[in-house]
């Protein structure tokens, strides 16, 4: 883990267009926010395109950044950004609330296979992944989400608990749901 000192002379490296102080810094982070992008957007070349358009904009604005949060934060900023700016331009829907009912989860114990249910935030719709992605992985609250997304905080709350329901229900009925107990 590189320390502050060792961030500050990399990032000013990069500033005056040392190309393998770019390289590193791409390198340290590329991994970590591609991850991000494929959640985010789901498609493989989707996240591609958006992990190169935030990195284009990573090392343009470099110089705007102050050392008031760590660079891996600043940039994760960036790319969740972009995320959402590509799924804007994709058109997100989100459902009214007043549309269906909202089943809980929370009483039925189940025991889940992480590649399963990798799978199955793939199968959400783009908004609710999204939120969902926002809120579960990335550790945004419904206030921080709602003014990402330009929505109200209601809608960011409902959208996450219609992610988590139709999350259960596609586990559900793809049989990747164990029950605890039978």
């Keep these: ?14 500033i005056a267009g040392k190309r393998e102080a770019q390289y590193l810094l791409y390198k340290q982070y590329n991994k970590a926010m591609y991850n991000i992008c494929l959640r985010m957007v789901s498609d493989q070349n989707d996240a591609e395109d958006v992990l190169q358009i935030s990195f ?5 604005k470099l110089s705007e950044y102050r050392f008031e949060s760590t660079v891996g934060a600043w940039i994760k900023r960036i790319v969740v950004n972009n995320c959402i700016n590509h799924l804007r331009k994709n058109i997100i829907h989100f459902e009214s609330i007043e549309d269906k009912e909202v089943m809980s989860i929370e009483d039925e114990p189940a ?3 992480v590649s399963s249910i990798k799978k199955a935030i793939d199968e959400l719709p783009e908004g609710y992944r999204a939120i969902f992605c926002l809120y579960t992985m990335e550790g945004y ?3 921080e989400i709602a003014q990402i997304m330009n929505i109200s905080e209601s809608t960011s709350k409902s959208q996450y608990s219609r992610a988590k329901s139709k999350l259960y ?7 990747s749901i164990n029950h605890i107990y039978q």
């Design 141 to 143: 609250d419904h206030s």
């Design 1 to 14: 883990m590189a320390t502050v000192i060792e961030d500050k002379i990399l990032i000013q490296q990069c």
């Design 169 to 175: 229900q596609i586990l559900k009925d793809n049989g």
């Design 111 to 113: 025991e889940y296979n």
């Design 56 to 60: 284009v904009q990573i090392f343009s």
